[in-house]
Structures are given as structure tokens and as C-alpha cells.
């Protein structure tokens, strides 16, 4: 069931390259035709998916390389669901939101279909080695993307991106291998690897935990391997800066939950040290975004601390920090897409990102002014978006474990605040008007669609937390609670 | 049938949630704009109308039950919040007090929304007086018929709120307005007092419910002192006794039918109930009791005195008021109990008579009022105290008013100078760099946030794979460069030679 998921978006790409169409409108209905077949099959998955079943659902397995003890292995667990709901959310928004576009249309599309296969992979996989390799993939539709379609800086912010991912990757590379020869059994399987994993001493553990940290860390990002993404966000083309953060920085959470599966002991020991990673992320993203007066500049160094609250939440190793962290991942991912978004759209029209250069959209263009004040209201993590069931999970059980620190979170968030209540206050209230086209009736449904997602789940978080919980239980579980 | 009958108490939370709702039919219609003209008054004036009839009848069915099978008593009707050791509730009292009182009130209520009808026809604020007024009998029913402190604050909170909203119903007239605030200060600071004895009764009863009073002789006499002392000081505030005595003069400025009902009959008794219900504590210490006894006595030396003196039918009939309540007070102090309920009742239900007729006065009697006796207008100072109120105004505005108001000016003084400085003032930030216009800072913190975001914005710049001349970049250039010496030696025969050779020797 999950091939036809992770390979659809691969049919549709191939279909695009072949079709012979001189406009570009054909294409974008082909590939809106393919990302809106994907979010449905998702959907449909996501009904088959009993949260109180089996721990990996959906499960097939196909010998891949005997010799190697390699797997084809796809399955689903609650959070893998969450998050390749996401992807084909956003996918499709990423799609939809291009319907204007007329140069290198073919070549955007494809990539992204491509890209959009890459991630569900990396999403679904069960076996390390797959995993890697779907890794890897999101890197050269990625590159391109940038490299092609960017801005003015684009081929050193392509060059930069995809060195520093590679990097990371590397490091990864060699701890799965480690792990792969110190795991009995010799096989990547994702069970098998974790059996291994959890036996090895904590030494061993730590090194291996440090590679796979490193590669998912830049990722991620965490302070300090972030070096990669105030460039790649700025300079991407926005669709494509609503994938970079809104699906691609959760494949690196993903894959650190996926890892303290394998290495409990190194995460036991290390916990504190995340923490502090993920304090330093949280003030330093907001702080710097603080200073920007480049609009995506803003939201891309804000995109760190948030993913902060992430990383802060995994640290914790309970049930209620295990919640938030991935509750907080599916909402980063909406409220980074809503705010990419408007972000690209004002640029598509004003072609400046300095804030200076705008005045108030309220009078000319209110569906701007409402999408922008509603995505930095749903950044800071006002109540009733769902970044603030989030920070709330993490807020409460990072004060269990460790008390008053949690405070530097309410610190970032008033920093948050700040910067957020700068932009809408520039934007969204009365001042010196300027004159701007209004969001289409497609852009309208983009953000709307967003809009309506942030606020159902923080309103009614409840489907969201039943849809994680047995996974995220067993995760926590093996922490002891 | 019966089993209906039994249920009924169970409904009694419709008592004080009927005038609520007509609250908000009326308040919406007001909002709406549906409320103008007369065509509007006859629908306003029955929804209170009708609400209050609803809770009298309710009250009414549920006596005639406590009169057969005895009263229901304490009913918990739902968990409102709680954590850990205390719960709020929704619970009601239905014990013979609260449904003597919480009948004659809904009673009460009913006619006077009755009057008012035709009292405030085509005034300016007809619906105003009728939301405040169906708002008000919320309150007071949840005072007299809830079930626990907490539930009874709400109430006592609203009758403050109500009462403030009528005497200033002639909010145009400054004195109205500050008679107004005047006696709602007044009032919150018997609600300090209130408060302090439901969290003191949460820590040492464990919980807000009347029952729980009952449990009162297990605390030690000193902790009972301190939460009785706490609701004493809400009831006399309430009940305008000595020394809050000031306000209640002034609270005469709103219509008739509400100066009748609020200071005449129904929540000056607040303070009375509020002692009557909680007698099992107040037993426990005589000195609190004797204290009860003294401020009653010198509350009705006060309002006696006063109330010679007075000249117009509204201020002697408050003091006249003043002066029964007082005595009520005394009979408290004095644990007679049954006798402060009984003549509670009584003076509720001639006062209301006599209020409601006080504009008709003249036109009924025609004659000069009396003068005051002999003997006070020989005495000049007695007859100069009666006067002036005992200076009771003036003495709360130099003791409380004058420095509180210089308090103010000195904080208000000193957030000028430097807490606004320290803290940062929207719109006064500045630039805090050249080429960044909007992003300013103010203040200590803001100065803070721009320091740190200067060096980290260092760190960026200087550490990362960014900027121009970074250190990265510096050491990755030497790196290349040792690179490039390695390479051009290794491309030299010699090395290539050596290299090969070192090959062959670890194979080999």
C-alpha cells in the first residue's frame, strides 16, 4: 500500500517530462492532479491507521540486498502518519500556489513531485539503509530547485545548502554503518538495528548517537550546524521555502525520535545536553530574527527556534515533551508554510523582502493583511493555534525536568512576540497605505486551507494527539515513562 | 408526580439563571438595536418581569415541599473547577434561611420590576435599569441560595457591580457618577474581606462549602478569629454599618424602585444573612460577637442621630433603615439569631411599602415634615455632628482618599522618571542599527536584546560559512593551500616514486 504512496508522485513526474505541452497551465493541472491524488491516498491511509494497534502498521518487507542484509521496508507508526499527512498537505499547497508560474514550469513541477516521493519515503521507511537513500534523494531535487529558480545568491546558497547537508549526512553514514557492525544480526532493518542498538554499551552508544545527531541536527536545525539555512530559505523561490520548512526540517526531528528508538542510553545521557542545544536554538533563532528586517530572513531564523521547541521537547523523553515535540513539528510546518507563503506572495509582487520598503496592505489588500497578521499570530503560539498545544506539552514537561529553566522558553516566546508584532504592526494596522494586488482566489485557498488546519487542530487537538499517542507512548516507554 | 416534586430542588439554579438570561435577551435586543421607542419597554419590562415570577413560583413550589417533607439542605449540583484538595461547586443551600430569605426576595423582586414598569416610562435609560436590575437579582439570589462561599461571592460580586450601575444611572451628572465609584470602593473593600475568609476557610476548612462550617470548632480559636473577622468585615461594608457607614448616604442617587429594593429591603440584609449563615463560627469566638454588638450600637446611635436631622424622604427613610439593620447586628452579636431573621423579614417587607411610596409622600401627607426635638436643636454640637453625618465623609476623604490619590501621584511620579525609562515605552525605541530603521529598541530590556543580538549576529557572521573573510574561510583556505603543497610534491617524480613504493611495501 505504501509503494503506491511513496511512487505515485514518481509517476507523476515521469508523466510531466513526457507531456507534450508548450503552456504551462496543462502541467500544473497534471501535477495538481498527482499531489491531490497523494494527500488523498494519505487521508486514506491515515482511516486504515488504528491507533491502538500494532506498533508499525502497513508493514511490507522485500529483501533488498541479501548479502548486505538490506530491506525494501515501508510501514507507518502515529508520528511517520502525522508527518506524511503533512507533506502531502503541503505538497499540495506548494503546487497549488504555482499556478501562475510560466518559466521552467516542467522543471518545477517534476522536481517537486520528485521531492515530494524523496520525503514520503524518508517518512514511511522502516529500514536505515532506505532510509539514507531517501535521504539523500530530497537533496538533488532540492539542489536543483534552488540552483534554478532561486534568487540573486542562489547558486551559493544551493552550493552551501547541499555541501552542508551532504556533511551532515556523512556523519550519518558512518553511525549507521558503526551501528550496523556492532548490531548482531548484520541486518538495517530498523527492528532488527534497534535490538542491536539498545543492547551495546553506552559508550559505543554515544558515538554512534553522535553521528546520527550531527547528520539530523543539521537538518533540523540545531545551533550550531544551521549555517545553511537563513541562505537557502532566503534564496529559495517561496513554494519551494514552504517544503525546506515546513516537511524538510521535521525529517530531521523525525529522524532523532527514530534514533532515541535505537540508542536509549545515549539519549538518557545526553538529555541535558539536548536541552541546552535546544535553549541556545530557541534564544538564538528568535533573537536573531529579532534583527532581521528582511521579511523571510525573519521567518527563516525563526523557523530555528521554533524547531528548538522541538528538540526540547524530544529531550525531555516523556510522554508529555514526546507529544509537543511532535505536535509542535506538524504545527511549525503549518504555521512556517502559511508564513512562506504570504511572504513569497508579497515578494512575487513588490519584489523587495525588506519590511521598510512595505506599508500597510490593510485597506488595499485585506486578505494579505489577514494572512499575515494570522500566521505570525499563530507563530507566536497564540491559544487556539496549534503551535500552542504544543509549547504548552513542552512547557509543562520541561518544567518537570527542569524546573525553571523552561523560563528562556517564555523568554524566546516574548522575543517571538517582538519581531512578530513588528511585522503586523508595519503590515496589518493603519499607516501609510500601499497599493498591492489582493491574494487570487487560488493563493486565497492556500492560506485558507493552512489557516483552517492551524486553528481545527487547536481547537480540536484531540484526533491529532489520538493519532500519535500509541507511538509516541512506546517511544517514551522506553524511557521509563 | 412526586418524583417530579422530588426533583425540584434540584432546579433551583434556575432561580438565579432566569433574570441572567433575560440579561442577555435584553442586553442583545439593546446591542442589536431592536430596544427603542415605547414599542420596545412592555416586551423588556415582562422578560424581567416574567423571569423573577419564574424564580418566585420556583421558590414558592420548593417551601410548600420543605414544608411537607422538611428542607432538602445542601444539594451539589456540579463540579465547577477544582485542584487537588478543594473543589468549587455548584451547589445550593435550600435550608430554611435561604428559603425564607430567597422567597421574600423574589417577591420583592417582582414587584418592584412590576412598579418600574410605570415608573420609568419613556426614560432615556429604560432597559439599562431593567438589564441592571434583572442582573441584580442574579446576584442576590446566588448570594442568599448558593451553596458554598465562592458561588456566594459571584453573587455578592454582582449585586457590588449592579449597584454601582444604578447609582450611576444618571451617569451624566458628575455627582452620580462619583457617588457611584464612591460606594463601589467602598463595597470592594468588604470584598477584601470576603476573600480573605474564603481563602483562610479553603487552607483551614478545606473547602468552600457552608457545610463545611460546620466543622468549624475543630480549628483553633485564633484561625477561626481571623476567617470570621474576614466575612465581618464584608458584611458590615455590605450592610453600611460603622465605620463603612459613608456610602450608603450617597447610594440614594438611582431611581426609586432601585434605591428600594437595594438599599431599602433587600442587599443592605446581605450582611445580616451573610452573619446569620455562618453563626456556627461566629459562636465560636464572643469577641468578634461582642465587636458585632458595639458596631451595631454605635451604627444605630449614628443613624438615629442622623436621621432627625434629615429633610428630604429618601434620607430618612435610609437612616431609619441604617438603623434597624443595626439593631439586627446587635441581635447578632448577641446570639439571637431567630430574632435578627424574623426581624429581617419584617423590615424588608414594610420598607419596600414605604420606599416605593416615598415619591408620592408629599402628595399623600401635604403636611411640613417634623422638625427635629428640642433637645437636639439646644445642643448645638450634637445638632452639628447630626448634621454634618458625623464628618464621616469628610474623614474617609482625608484618611483615605487624599492619600491614597498623593500615593498615586508619587508612583505615577517615579514611573515617569524611571520605570518607563528602565522598562521602554512603545514608539519611543531607537534604530538599533544605521541600515535597520525598524528594528528599535527602549529600555533595559530592549537595550539587553539588541547587545545580544549584536554579538550573535558576530557570531553568525564571523563563525559560519558566511560572511566574507570568516574565520571558517580562513582556515579552509589554509587547509587548501597546505593541500596544494601536498599535491604539487606528490606530482613530483621522487614522491610519486616513494608513494608507489610504500604501496607495494603494505601490500606486500
Given amino acids: 500500500?505504501?509503494?503506491?504512496?511513496?511512487?505515485?508522485?514518481?509517476?507523476?513526474?515521469?508523466?510531466?517530462?513526457?507531456?507534450?505541452?508548450?503552456?504551462?497551465?496543462?502541467?500544473?493541472?497534471?501535477?495538481?492532479?498527482?499531489?491531490?491524488?497523494?494527500?488523498?491516498?494519505?487521508?486514506?491511509?491515515?482511516?486504515?491507521?488504528?491507533?491502538?494497534?500494532?506498533?508499525?502498521?502497513?508493514?511490507?518487507?522485500?529483501?533488498?540486498?541479501?548479502?548486505?542484509?538490506?530491506?525494501?521496508?515501508?510501514?507507518?507508526?502515529?508520528?511517520?502518519?502525522?508527518?506524511?499527512?503533512?507533506?502531502?498537505?503541503?505538497?499540495?499547497?506548494?503546487?497549488?500556489?504555482?499556478?501562475?508560474?510560466?518559466?521552467?514550469?516542467?522543471?518545477?513541477?517534476?522536481?517537486?513531485?520528485?521531492?515530494?516521493?524523496?520525503?514520503?519515503?524518508?517518512?514511511?521507511?522502516?529500514?536505515?539503509?532506505?532510509?539514507?537513500?531517501?535521504?539523500?534523494?530530497?537533496?538533488?531535487?532540492?539542489?536543483?530547485?534552488?540552483?534554478?529558480?532561486?534568487?540573486?545568491?542562489?547558486?551559493?546558497?544551493?552550493?552551501?545548502?547541499?555541501?552542508?547537508?551532504?556533511?551532515?549526512?556523512?556523519?550519518?553514514?558512518?553511525?549507521?554503518?558503526?551501528?550496523?557492525?556492532?548490531?548482531?544480526?548484520?541486518?538495517?532493518?530498523?527492528?532488527?538495528?534497534?535490538?542491536?542498538?539498545?543492547?551495546?554499551?553506552?559508550?559505543?552508544?554515544?558515538?554512534?548517537?553522535?553521528?546520527?545527531?550531527?547528520?539530523?541536527?543539521?537538518?533540523?536545525?540545531?545551533?550550531?550546524?544551521?549555517?545553511?539555512?537563513?541562505?537557502?530559505?532566503?534564496?529559495?523561490?517561496?513554494?519551494?521555502?514552504?517544503?525546506?520548512?515546513?516537511?524538510?526540517?521535521?525529517?530531521?526531528?523525525?529522524?532523532?525520535?527514530?534514533?532515541?528508538?535505537?540508542?536509549?542510553?545515549?539519549?538518557?545521557?545526553?538529555?541535558?545536553?539536548?536541552?541546552?542545544?535546544?535553549?541556545?536554538?530557541?534564544?538564538?533563532?528568535?533573537?536573531?530574527a529579532w534583527r532581521q528586517q528582511d521579511l523571510k530572513a525573519m521567518v527563516a531564523y525563526s523557523s530555528i527556534s521554533h524547531m528548538g521547541v522541538v528538540l526540547l521537547g524530544i529531550a525531555t523523553l516523556n510522554v508529555t515533551g514526546l507529544t509537543g515535540a511532535v505536535v509542535q513539528m506538524v504545527a511549525h510546518g503549518l504555521t512556517a508554510a502559511t508564513l512562506f507563503l504570504v511572504v513569497g506572495l508579497l515578494y512575487q509582487r513588490t519584489h523587495s523582502r525588506d519590511l521598510a520598503d512595505y506599508g500597510s496592505v490593510l485597506g488595499k489588500a485585506p486578505r494579505f493583511a489577514f494572512f499575515t497578521a494570522f500566521g505570525l499570530l499563530a507563530a507566536i503560539g497564540l491559544p487556539g493555534s496549534a503551535g500552542f498545544i504544543a509549547e504548552l506539552h513542552v512547557l509543562v514537561a520541561g518544567y518537570t525536568r527542569w524546573g525553571g529553566w523552561v523560563l528562556l522558553l517564555g523568554v524566546a516566546m516574548l522575543v517571538g512576540a517582538a519581531y512578530s508584532l513588528r511585522a503586523i504592526g508595519r503590515l496589518c494596522l493603519k499607516g501609510e497605505t500601499m497599493d498591492l494586488p489582493d491574494m487570487t482566489r487560488t493563493e486565497t485557498l492556500c492560506g485558507g486551507l493552512l489557516a483552517a488546519c492551524i486553528l481545527v487542530l487547536g481547537l480540536w487537538p484531540a484526533p491529532l494527539l489520538e493519532l500519535i499517542a500509541g507511538s509516541v507512548g512506546r517511544v517514551a516507554g522506553l524511557f521509563g515513562g | 408526580m412526586s418524583a417530579l416534586l422530588n426533583h425540584l430542588p434540584n432546579w433551583v439554579w434556575l432561580v438565579p439563571a432566569l433574570p441572567l438570561l433575560v440579561v442577555v435577551i435584553n442586553g442583545a435586543r439593546v446591542l442589536l438595536g431592536l430596544a427603542s421607542g415605547d414599542a420596545a419597554e412592555p416586551l423588556t419590562a415582562r422578560l424581567s418581569s416574567l423571569a423573577a415570577f419564574g424564580g418566585l413560583v420556583l421558590l414558592l413550589a420548593i417551601d410548600g415541599l420543605a414544608l411537607l417533607h422538611g428542607a432538602p439542605?445542601?444539594?451539589?449540583?456540579?463540579?465547577?473547577?477544582?485542584?487537588?484538595?478543594?473543589?468549587?461547586?455548584?451547589?445550593?443551600?435550600?435550608?430554611?434561611?435561604?428559603?425564607?430569605?430567597?422567597?421574600?426576595?423574589?417577591?420583592?423582586?417582582?414587584?418592584?420590576?412590576?412598579?418600574?414598569?410605570?415608573?420609568?416610562?419613556?426614560?432615556?435609560?429604560?432597559?439599562?435599569?431593567?438589564?441592571?436590575?434583572?442582573?441584580?437579582?442574579?446576584?442576590?439570589?446566588?448570594?442568599?441560595?448558593?451553596?458554598?462561599?465562592?458561588?456566594?461571592?459571584?453573587?455578592?460580586?454582582m449585586c457590588g457591580v449592579s449597584s454601582f450601575l444604578l447609582i450611576g444611572y444618571a451617569w451624566h451628572r458628575p455627582v452620580a457618577t462619583g457617588n457611584a465609584l464612591f460606594a463601589f470602593i467602598t463595597n470592594r473593600g468588604g470584598d477584601a474581606g470576603f476573600l480573605l475568609g474564603l481563602g483562610l476557610a479553603a487552607t483551614w476548612l478545606g473547602g468552600f462549602e457552608w457545610t463545611a462550617l460546620s466543622q468549624a470548632s475543630k480549628i483553633s480559636v485564633v484561625n477561626d478569629r481571623l476567617l470570621v473577622i474576614g466575612f465581618v468585615i464584608a458584611a458590615l461594608a455590605k450592610s453600611a454599618q460603622l465605620p463603612f457607614s459613608a456610602w450608603i448616604s450617597r447610594a440614594l442617587e438611582g431611581p426609586t424602585p432601585s434605591s428600594a429594593i437595594f438599599y431599602g429591603a433587600v442587599m443592605i440584609h446581605a450582611g445580616v444573612y451573610l452573619m446569620l449563615r455562618l453563626e456556627p463560627l461566629l459562636v465560636q469566638v464572643p469577641d468578634v460577637m461582642f465587636g458585632l454588638v458595639v458596631a451595631g450600637l454605635l451604627t444605630a446611635i449614628y443613624a438615629w442621630l442622623c436621621g432627625l436631622v434629615q429633610t428630604d424622604v429618601k434620607s430618612a427613610l435610609i437612616f431609619a433603615t441604617l438603623f434597624q439593620v443595626s439593631l439586627m447586628f446587635v441581635a447578632i452579636g448577641l446570639g439571637w439569631t431567630t430574632l435578627a431573621l424574623v426581624h429581617l423579614c419584617l423590615h424588608a417587607a414594610w420598607r419596600i411599602w414605604q420606599f416605593l411610596l416615598a415619591p408620592s409622600w408629599l402628595a399623600i401627607t401635604r403636611d411640613r415634615p417634623p422638625p427635629?426635638?428640642?433637645?437636639?436643636?439646644?445642643?448645638?454640637?450634637?445638632?452639628?455632628?447630626?448634621?454634618?453625618?458625623?464628618?464621616?465623609?469628610?474623614?474617609?476623604?482625608?484618611?483615605?482618599?487624599?492619600?491614597?490619590?498623593?500615593?498615586?501621584?508619587?508612583?505615577?511620579?517615579?514611573?515617569?522618571?524611571?520605570?518607563?525609562?528602565?522598562?521602554?515605552?512603545?514608539?519611543?525605541?531607537?534604530?538599533?542599527?544605521?541600515?535597520?530603521?525598524?528594528?528599535?529598541?527602549?529600555?533595559?530590556?530592549?537595550?539587553?536584546?539588541?547587545?545580544?543580538?549584536?554579538?550573535?549576529?558576530?557570531?553568525?557572521?564571523?563563525?559560519?560559512?558566511?560572511?566574507?573573510?570568516?574565520?571558517?574561510?580562513?582556515?579552509?583556505?589554509?587547509?587548501?593551500?597546505?593541500?596544494?603543497?601536498?599535491?604539487?610534491?606528490?606530482?613530483?617524480?621522487?614522491?610519486?616514486?616513494?608513494?608507489?613504493?610504500?604501496?607495494?611495501?603494505?601490500?606486500?
Fill in chain 1, 1 to 288: 500500500m505504501l509503494k503506491v504512496l511513496v511512487f505515485l508522485p514518481v509517476v507523476g513526474a515521469v508523466l510531466l517530462a513526457v507531456l507534450p505541452a508548450r503552456r504551462a497551465l496543462p502541467l500544473w493541472q497534471v501535477a495538481m492532479a498527482f499531489a491531490l491524488a497523494s494527500l488523498g491516498y494519505a487521508l486514506w491511509l491515515a482511516t486504515r491507521f488504528e491507533p491502538a494497534g500494532a506498533a508499525v502498521q502497513m508493514f511490507e518487507s522485500r529483501a533488498w540486498n541479501v548479502r548486505l542484509g538490506s530491506y525494501f521496508a515501508l510501514g507507518v507508526d502515529g508520528i511517520s502518519l502525522a508527518m506524511v499527512l503533512l507533506t502531502a498537505l503541503l505538497s499540495l499547497i506548494a503546487v497549488l500556489v504555482s499556478r501562475r508560474m510560466e518559466q521552467g514550469a516542467r522543471l518545477y513541477f517534476m522536481l517537486v513531485l520528485l521531492l515530494e516521493s524523496a520525503m514520503f519515503g524518508v517518512f514511511t521507511a522502516r529500514d536505515w539503509s532506505l532510509f539514507y537513500v531517501f535521504w539523500e534523494a530530497t537533496l538533488l531535487p532540492l539542489f536543483f530547485l534552488i540552483d534554478r529558480l532561486g534568487g540573486p545568491n542562489r547558486q551559493r546558497a544551493a552550493l552551501n545548502f547541499f555541501l552542508y547537508t551532504l556533511g551532515g549526512s556523512v556523519f550519518m553514514l558512518v553511525a549507521l554503518l558503526f551501528l550496523y557492525d556492532a548490531a548482531p544480526g548484520h541486518s538495517f532493518a530498523m527492528a532488527d538495528m534497534a535490538e542491536g542498538g539498545r543492547g551495546l554499551p553506552l559508550n559505543t552508544q554515544l558515538l554512534i548517537f553522535a553521528g546520527l545527531f550531527i547528520g539530523f541536527g543539521v537538518k533540523m536545525p540545531v545551533f550550531p550546524l544551521h549555517g545553511w539555512l537563513p541562505l537557502a530559505h532566503v534564496e529559495a523561490p517561496s513554494p519551494v521555502s514552504i517544503l525546506l520548512s515546513g516537511v524538510l526540517l521535521k525529517m530531521g526531528a523525525y529522524g532523532l525520535i527514530r534514533a532515541a528508538e535505537t540508542l536509549p542510553a545515549a539519549l538518557l545521557a545526553t538529555q541535558d545536553w539536548l536541552a541546552i542545544l535546544a535553549f541556545i536554538s530557541l534564544l538564538y533563532g528568535g533573537i536573531l
Fill in chain 2, 73 to 157: 439542605g445542601h444539594r451539589r449540583l456540579g463540579h465547577w473547577f477544582g485542584t487537588g484538595n478543594w473543589e468549587a461547586t455548584f451547589s445550593f443551600m435550600l435550608d430554611p434561611l435561604s428559603l425564607t430569605m430567597g422567597t421574600l426576595t423574589a417577591l420583592i423582586g417582582w414587584l418592584v420590576i412590576r412598579f418600574s414598569a410605570n415608573y420609568l416610562h419613556r426614560e432615556a435609560g429604560f432597559h439599562r435599569f431593567f438589564i441592571a436590575l434583572s442582573f441584580f437579582l442574579a446576584g442576590i439570589q446566588l448570594v442568599l441560595l448558593a451553596g458554598n462561599g465562592l458561588l456566594a461571592f459571584v453573587g455578592w460580586e
Fill in chain 2, 372 to 508: 427635629p426635638p428640642a433637645w437636639l436643636r439646644h445642643n448645638q454640637l450634637l445638632y452639628t455632628i447630626a448634621l454634618q453625618r458625623f464628618w464621616l465623609d469628610k474623614l474617609s476623604h482625608t484618611l483615605l482618599v487624599e492619600p491614597t490619590e498623593s500615593f498615586s501621584r508619587d508612583v505615577r511620579a517615579l514611573e515617569e522618571h524611571f520605570i518607563d525609562h528602565a522598562i521602554g515605552q512603545p514608539g519611543q525605541g531607537k534604530a538599533v542599527h544605521a541600515d535597520r530603521p525598524l528594528v528599535v529598541a527602549d529600555g533595559l530590556p530592549g537595550r539587553v536584546l539588541a547587545a545580544v543580538s549584536d554579538v550573535l549576529q558576530h557570531i553568525e557572521y564571523r563563525l559560519l560559512l558566511r560572511g566574507k573573510g570568516g574565520m571558517a574561510e580562513k582556515l579552509m583556505h589554509r587547509a587548501g593551500a597546505y593541500l596544494r603543497t601536498l599535491e604539487h610534491l606528490l606530482e613530483q617524480p621522487r614522491y610519486l616514486m616513494m608513494a608507489v613504493m610504500a604501496t607495494f611495501v603494505v601490500i606486500l
